[in-house]
């Protein structure tokens, strides 16, 4: 049971600490970003 509540909140703290940087890095990259969500776009119409 701890060892599973243990797993758990390092998990959320790993995303958490995941979606804080890619938000910091995208802010730093704002540019460099639309790019990349462009080209994830097209990505995905292709895909369709």
């Known amino acids: 049971m701890n060892r599973q509540r243990l797993a758990v909140a390092a998990i959320a703290v790993f995303a958490l600490a995941f979606v804080?940087?890619?938000g910091a890095t995208s802010?730093?990259?704002s540019?460099?970003?639309e790019?990349?969500?462009e080209v994830?776009?097209?990505a995905d119409?292709?895909?369709s």
């Open 35 to 37: 790019k990349k969500v």
């Open 20 to 22: 804080v940087a890619f």
């Open 27 to 29: 802010q730093a990259h």
């Open 40 to 42: 994830i776009k097209g």
């Open 45 to 47: 119409d292709s895909a």
């Open 31 to 33: 540019e460099a970003g």
